[in-house]
């Protein structure tokens, strides 16, 4: 595998996935993936875990069987001021927070009013990632949007399920996130958006797009264990010691 970082996973805590955590450990050791995040979604979406799910990620192990854990979340964006639902207690216990649209707490708005919550999101200073922007059911300005990603240093995900079985017709605008990042000077996240553990490590169909673009390798959080984790650390994140050698 060229990269061997997946920052966008959903475990059966996310009633609408299929996997445990210990099933995406064994198929992370089996394709050689050496740092993936764990990442359900917030507690807003009508099937995600409670609250006290991401409070109690701390009783996770940082490395399992070799594989490197990170205790993340995908939160929903809200309302145009950028609100999520990521508060401050379960944010103590996050290593990575993910944020995107999803039209069960924010129904699909405007041009306008989805680039101003998308880039609200971004400038409250939580959100390392935001999650499938290239969605087509939520129009946005692009440049726009990774020019503020580039200012606040958040990363764009070009999410390889976009391409596969959700948010169909994701392909031109994906294209497009990824030329304004790169022309910004920002970074993108590849995710795979797993929902199921045999999905974990799948970016074909975004590392096409990143080919196609020519875009630096240097700015792709999923580069390097090293890569992501220094990104995390320039946000804030305190240094975890378990994770020293893959740095």
């Not at 701390?58 to 993340?72: K, Q, T």
């Not at 998308?118 to 990632?129: E, P, R």
């Not at 031109?172 to 999905?199: E, L, M, P, W």
Request: charged share 25%; proline share 4%.
């Amino acid at each position: 595998m060229k990269y061997k970082v997946d920052t966008h996973s959903h475990t059966i805590a996310s009633t609408h996935a299929y996997s445990t955590l210990q099933e995406y450990i064994t198929v992370a050791k089996q394709k050689g993936i050496a740092l993936f995040a764990t990442t359900d979604h917030g507690p807003d979406m009508t099937d995600a875990p409670h609250a006290w799910h991401f409070i109690n990620l701390r009783i996770v192990p940082r490395v399992v069987d070799g594989v490197a854990i990170l205790r993340g979340m995908e939160a929903n964006i809200k309302d145009e001021f950028g609100e999520i639902d990521c508060n401050d207690r379960m944010k103590e216990e996050l290593d990575i927070i993910l944020a995107g649209f999803h039209e069960q707490v924010f129904s699909p708005k405007d041009r306008e009013t989805n680039t101003r919550a998308m880039v609200n999101a971004m400038k409250n200073g939580i959100v390392h990632i935001i999650t499938h922007p290239g969605n087509p059911k939520f129009p946005i300005d692009i440049e726009a949007v990774a020019e503020a990603a580039c200012k606040y240093n958040v990363a764009l995900e070009i999410n390889n399920s976009s391409f596969l079985h959700s948010r169909v017709g994701s392909d031109v605008n994906c294209r497009a996130v990824a030329q304004a990042v790169k022309d910004a000077g920002g970074f993108v996240s590849i995710g795979s958006d797993s929902h199921i553990a045999y999905t974990l490590g799948n970016f074909e169909k975004s590392l096409e797009i990143l080919k196609d673009i020519d875009f630096p390798d240097e700015r792709v959080l999923n580069h390097s264990p090293a890569t992501l984790l220094n990104f995390l650390e320039s946000r804030g994140m305190v240094p975890i010691p378990e994770f020293e050698y893959l740095k």
